[in-house]
């Protein structure tokens, strides 16, 4: 089947600007991450949701990044007033019930760049 | 501060030739995996070790793991140039609740043909 897909594949925004990245899981996975992963990092945990609901938000740098997840499929990350330091490639990743908390399917990112 | 820290940040070797990347981390586990990430692109999972475990294999690669010194090592054996990625090493804390990974700042091994 499917892999997880992310929309778009690279978003170029004006600061101040608001931005929404797109997340499609795998079908059928429960669990949903979003990490964000600046040039030459490793990925840093942002927000877990289970099913609907948001069961770790405490990634989120600040009250510009909100995420949700209403039907319990696709995930939605928004930021509003963007920040030259937004600037990152947004990883999403997905994983079955029941599964390890390792066993996560990653997308290939949004790459994000705030001019 | 990052749970993971690799070591070397970047590698570069001829292909056949073997490559060791390590990873350190701060606090007690119960588990640790390598990932792998091609330029520009998601993350693989390669290879998980429990804390139980000292090594792994899995075809090329070779995971060891001392809870001792809180470190982790990938080995690639006759690396090829397809081998050219960057390596992460992620924990889970397992004294606490979380659910997230904490990933290591990674290894860039560049292969040459």
């Known amino acids: 089947g499917a892999g997880v897909s992310q929309t778009p594949s690279n978003k170029v925004t004006e600061k101040g600007k608001y931005v929404e990245l797109r997340c499609d899981p795998i079908s059928g996975h429960t669990a949903l991450y979003w990490y964000r992963q600046s040039l030459g990092q490793g990925p840093e945990f942002l927000i877990y949701f289970q099913g609907t609901g948001a069961a770790d938000d405490s990634g989120l740098p600040n009250d510009r990044f909100f995420a949700v997840r209403p039907e319990g499929s696709v995930s939605t990350l928004k930021i509003q007033r963007t920040e030259r330091g937004d600037s990152a490639m947004y990883l999403c990743?997905?994983?079955?019930?029941?599964?390890?908390?390792?066993?996560?399917?990653f997308g290939p990112g949004t790459r994000l760049t705030v001019t | 501060s990052q749970q993971g820290e690799e070591d070397p940040q970047a590698l570069s070797i001829q292909e056949g030739e073997n490559a060791t990347m390590n990873c350190s981390y701060k606090t007690s586990i119960n588990n640790l995996q390598w990932y792998r990430q091609n330029s520009g692109r998601g993350l693989v999972h390669l290879i998980l070790i429990r804390s139980n475990e000292r090594e792994k294999h899995s075809g090329r690669l070779r995971v060891t793991l001392d809870t001792s010194k809180k470190s982790s090592s990938l080995l690639i054996t006759a690396s090829r140039a397809a081998d050219t990625a960057s390596y992460f090493c992620a924990t889970v804390a397992a004294a606490s609740s979380a659910r997230q990974l904490t990933f290591g700042s990674g290894t860039q091994l560049t292969v040459l043909p």
């Open positions: 990743a997905s994983r079955a019930q029941g599964a390890s908390i390792y066993e996560q399917y």
